[in-house]
């Protein structure tokens, strides 16, 4: 059987992992059970372990702006540390990385192989970790990229724009900005069936939604979906909602890699959004609107 360590363990996707390796041998630690920037503190806890899923990451895109070295600590020299642990324990490491890293320029799905290019600290801080797991395990390390992440757990757009529902007529969302809505407990299930699949080739793959749309498009697909009323979202633009970090106008990724792997890519959007809407944390949120 094989030994699982998911660092990031208290995050929304590192719960997700978590919970469907539950019942194997899986070792899940939090930010307080481990410090990824702890070099001796990561060997200790990548020692007998045959997979590691790294879920840990500075996550705040805007606050990168104001502290890129703090960021790049955590997202670019912690999984340095990583890495170097997995090399020298001889396990394979699933490192999940951002659409961030890309320019957003494109106007055609961006492939594994397109050149990076990011336009934000926090794209930087990603790109640092994703040279490290390629330059120490070229072999063996997985970097799989994900964008516009959305679940039960822990603050996503999807529940922000519910949650607003209730205090709110309207919403303004920006319609300038195009990607693919992705549902956590889908690239939970992908992460594993990666680690799963033996004979995957390294390197990097896409675990995004299929399809794609804007931020104004999800929003009004939440309504939708969740029995509000999707006019109350107007669209708005980048402009309009000026942000520290500036955001890629085009997130959409391509999935070919996965053929390679033996597996398959994630639903359309549209459809694992409308399952995961039917999920208790969702549904509490929509309901408190219609019940006000």
Known sequence: MMRWLVTGGGGALGREVRALLAGGQVTALDRAGLDITDPRAVRAAVAGHDVVVNCAAWTDVDGAERAEAAATAVNGTGVRHLALACRRAGARLLHVSSDYVLSGTGTEPYPESAPTGPVNAYGRSKLAGERAVAELLPDTGYIVRTAWLYGEHGRNFVATVLALAARRDTVDVVDDQHGQPTWSYDVAGLLVALGRAGG????????????????????????????????????????ALVRPARR????????????????????????????ALRRPAFTALASRDIAS
């Open 200 to 239: 995957a080739p390294p390197g990097v793959y896409h675990a995004t939604g299929a399809g794609r749309t804007t931020w104004y498009g999800l929003a009004r697909a939440a309504y939708e979906l969740s029995g509000l009323d999707p006019g109350r979202v107007r669209p708005t633009t980048s402009a």
């Open 248 to 275: 890629p106008a085009f997130s959409v990724l391509g999935h070919a890699r996965w053929a390679t792997a033996g597996l398959s890519g994630l639903p359309h959007w549209r459809t694992s959004l409308a399952e």
